[in-house]
């Protein structure tokens, strides 16, 4: 994801959803003065500098991301707004000893809407479970099933996007079709060692007051666009929207209703 920008003005059920369940779970973690909190997949800082406000104790909060252009964003928007906030840009996967990257390690990890990014959720639970110091928890939020992914399968198929979308498969979750979702990544965790406090795949629903906020939404986490020529892009988007309406049932009133399974997991290292 490398349009900070849009994702930033664009991204209205994340942020609902991350405040949600952070009113929710928060109360339930054990903190003490001076935890040191990771912020994993940190985007464009927003909710970084939110949790920042939420845990007044805390010593401070890194956000990570792959993305360069995210973090220069985080780093301009929101660094200032708290001292105890850092944004560095890692990609935790490439490290053969995540402990390396982050050697005094995290007393909390907190994840928003980034898991359904990564392909291999075991390599990376064993990363946290090697980062987080005993005791620690995590809480992560992400994707579980969402249509927008089978419209990413459906627009692989044709021939005109075919080439785009080639690995379309890399950007699927594993948890898109499946019945038992909390169930499989409860069993990652817990053979990464992790002792799973609770897993739910919830029933999520978003109202989208019109096609543009739709669009835009679409445009700001569709992994494939930048790969379309700027002249096929709108065409491209159009596409996208057509085919996810197909998948998609409106409302009455002329919103377009997404219905997705998001995943919550808060687990603590033993
Ligand atoms: C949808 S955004 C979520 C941003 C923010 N957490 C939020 O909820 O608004 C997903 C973020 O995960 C990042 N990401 C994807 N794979 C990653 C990885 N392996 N390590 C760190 N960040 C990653 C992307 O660059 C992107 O900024």
């Not at 369940?21 to 912020?39: C, H, M, N, S």
């Not at 979750?173 to 990464?192: D, G, I, L, N, V």
């Not at 096609?211 to 445009?219: D, G, L, Q, S, T």
């Amino acid at each position: 994801m490398e349009l900070p920008e849009l994702y930033a003005g664009a991204s209205p059920f994340q942020k609902r959803d991350a405040v949600h369940v952070l009113t929710q779970y928060l109360p339930q973690f054990d903190w003490a003065e001076g935890d040191a909190v990771l912020d994993f997949g940190c985007g464009d800082g927003d909710l970084t500098e939110y949790l920042a406000r939420c845990i007044p104790r805390c010593a401070s909060l890194t956000g990570i991301d792959i993305s360069k252009k995210m973090i220069d964003h985080a780093r301009n928007h929101h660094q200032e707004q708290d001292l105890r906030l850092e944004f560095q840009q890692v990609d935790i996967m490439q490290s053969i000893d995540a402990r390396e990257v982050f050697p005094d390690g995290f007393d909390k990890i907190f994840s928003f809407y980034c898991l359904h990014w990564i392909k291999d959720h075991q390599r990376l639970m064993e990363h946290m479970y090697d980062i987080l110091k005993p005791g620690g928890e995590i809480l992560l939020v992400f994707l579980a099933s969402n249509p927008i992914f089978t419209m990413y399968e459906r627009m692989a198929e044709r021939t005109e996007w075919a080439e785009y979308m080639k690995d379309v498969d890399e950007y699927v979750p594993h948890y898109q079709y499946s019945t038992r979702p909390a169930e499989m990544f409860s069993a990652t965790c817990r053979s990464a060692g992790l002792q799973v406090i609770e897993c739910t795949a919830q029933e999520r629903s978003f109202s989208f007051q019109n096609i543009n906020i739709v669009k835009n939404a679409v445009a700001a986490v569709n992994p494939f666009l930048r790969r379309v020529p700027l002249r096929l892009r709108e065409s491209y988007l159009l596409d996208c929207l057509m085919e996810l309406q197909k998948l998609k049932a409106p409302s009455t009133d002329g919103c377009t209703v997404a219905r997705y399974r998001l995943m919550i997991a808060h687990v603590r290292k033993p």
